[in-house]
């Protein structure tokens, strides 16, 4: 199944070392001509570099947060909610830098905004602690974090909306150059796990196994649990990062203020998210489409629906996670 084409589109600018990496198993990328499987995980050329630069230079405090995920899974929604509940003594909701900055440029990812290009970010002056990061790399590959005490919050989403979600994504955001993906050929990969850092089976177990070996430290949200009940994971979410709500700050709504701020509904009509850009320049209109749960439904055929469902059985049946917004999947599984 893989390809050995010469190097394409963003391959031009990297490193000598990472071009020797280049003779990685090598398939058509879904927001760049190819991505390349690195560590058991496919990564897109242009975030490759940074991926190792990452590897290779941060140091992971004890203080830093982490909000790690799948792509497409809740990632704009976590960072903004994590940036304004740790931050909430320090900014007004009606100044708040939410208002001005998409979440992603308040809370950088690791391998795509601070070490893309081989930089070594100055982390001296830019970040106060605790320091927030963000990263879609897989659990095994996360260097120096996996050994330190910060604190990691994964979100996942289940894998019939993200596809459907990172479909849509990747058409809006890949260069004109290139081809749309149809809907059928970016199904296709994303049955066999080659979606973005996928397998996407094999993200989610990476953080789900750690999240019970280590539950002060990784705290495993679903985005459809999220929906449901805001302001209880607000809640969650403010414990674990050891600054949990008051009484007092109860009592004032301050955990209503912050789930209103961070909402989809707020988040979208601001202009900075109409307007602006995020990483690797990509519009940040982009980021907000629908937020449903169960939207695949307008896009899967039958068939889909069945392929789906079983892979999701095979890789995920005896791991424990379940997600809501998905078919019955036992039904179709007996089915075959
Ligand atoms: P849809 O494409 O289904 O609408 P990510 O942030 O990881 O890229 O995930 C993007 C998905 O989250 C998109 O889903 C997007 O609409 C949704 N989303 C963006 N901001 C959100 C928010 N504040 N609350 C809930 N969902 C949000």
Redo the contacts with the bound molecule.
């Keep these: 199944m893989t390809e050995n084409q010469p190097a394409g589109d963003g391959e031009t600018d990297l490193s000598n070392e990472c071009k020797e990496l280049l003779s990685l198993p090598k398939e058509r990328g879904w927001i760049s001509l190819h991505q390349h499987q690195y560590q058991g995980f496919w990564c897109p050329t242009e975030i490759f570099q940074g991926i190792i630069a990452f590897q290779k230079h941060f140091q992971a405090r004890d203080s830093d947060i982490v909000v790690a ?12 909610l994590i940036f304004a509940i740790v931050n909430r003594q320090r900014f007004e909701i009606k100044i708040h830098p939410l208002l001005t900055s998409n979440s992603h440029n308040l809370v950088p990812f690791l391998e795509v905004d601070l070490y893309r290009n081989n930089l070594v970010p100055d982390f001296s002056s830019k970040f106060p602690e605790p320091r927030l990061f963000a990263t879609h790399i897989p659990f095994p590959s996360l260097g120096t974090i996996k050994e330190s005490n910060c604190k990691i919050v994964y ?1 996942c ?1 289940n894998p019939f ?2 596809f ?3 479909w ?2 990747c058409n809006k955001v890949r260069p004109q150059s290139l081809a749309p993906l149809s809907l059928d050929e970016a199904f296709d990969m994303y049955c066999q796990g080659m979606d973005v850092y996928g397998p996407f089976w094999d993200h989610m177990l990476g953080y789900w196994k750690e999240s019970f070996k280590r539950p002060n430290n990784v705290l495993f949200l679903k ?1 459809e649990d ?2 449901k009940d805001g302001v209880n994971h607000l809640k969650t979410l403010a414990k674990f990062l050891d600054c949990p709500f008051t009484e007092e700050e109860e009592r004032n709504g301050v955990i209503e203020d912050i789930a209103k701020l ?7 009509k601001l202009e900075i998210n109409k307007t602006g850009t995020f990483v690797l320049n990509m519009e940040s209109k982009n ?6 749960v169960g ?1 695949w439904v307008n896009y899967l055929t039958p068939m889909m629906e069945q392929r789906m469902s079983k892979v999701i059985e095979e890789k995920l049946g005896s791991s424990g996670l379940t997600f809501k917004g998905t078919p019955e999947l036992a039904d179709h599984v007996q089915q075959n």
């Excluded at 799948?70 to 903004?80: D, N, Q, R």
């Excluded at 980021?287 to 449903?292: H, Q, V």
């Design positions: 995920s799948v792509p497409k899974s809740g990632t704009t929604w976590l960072k903004a979100v989403r909306d993200s459907v979600s990172l849509h994504f985005y999220m929906k961070c909402s989809f509904e707020t988040m979208k980021l907000f489409r629908k937020a449903e939207d």
